[in-house]
């Protein structure tokens, strides 16, 4: 009885994975509506040209140096930065790390379950830059230093 449980799991599990397919360049985003790190909306919507993406720590790293290397006004023009939290555990997350990000100097959407933004592109320690026209993506890059992302933004 178990193996069958197992095994319906499984299906199950393995369906709901097939279900979020990962965005590519021609895809339009829908609009995405997160808090940020103060609880105040933030959008992604079609006045944004460059979205910048982390899913793990290394990456929100390289964008947090790309940002304190680049004055503001030197940064793209509707840029929305993002990241995905939900790894974090809810506590770590309540109590430590965002009391610590709201001592950036930029607004970060927090995506705290990952369901927003499960279909954006990541690789494991490095930063996603989409650059972006009414929504639709132009293209998609990846930066493991905040150099490379600066080039590229």
């Given at each position: ?19 979020t ?48 290397d ?84």
């Open positions: 009885m178990q193996y069958i449980i197992l095994i319906i799991s499984l299906i199950f599990s393995s369906v709901a994975i097939a279900q397919p990962i965005f590519k360049v021609g895809d339009t985003l829908v609009p995405i509506s997160l808090q940020d790190q103060f609880d105040k909306p933030l959008q992604v919507s079609a006045e944004t040209k460059v979205l910048l993406f982390s899913r793990d720590m290394d990456g929100g790293e390289i964008i947090q140096a790309a940002f304190a680049t004055p503001e006004e030197q940064r793209p023009a509707h840029l929305a930065y993002v990241a995905d939290i939900s790894g974090m555990p809810s506590l770590i997350a309540r109590f430590i790390a965002v009391p610590k990000m709201q001592d950036y100097p930029f607004l970060l959407g927090l995506d705290r379950e990952g369901e927003m933004t499960a279909a954006i592109p990541a690789v494991k320690g490095q930063a996603t830059i989409i650059k972006l026209t009414d929504l639709k993506i132009q293209s998609i890059e990846f930066a493991q230093d905040a150099k490379t992302l600066i080039s590229q933004w």
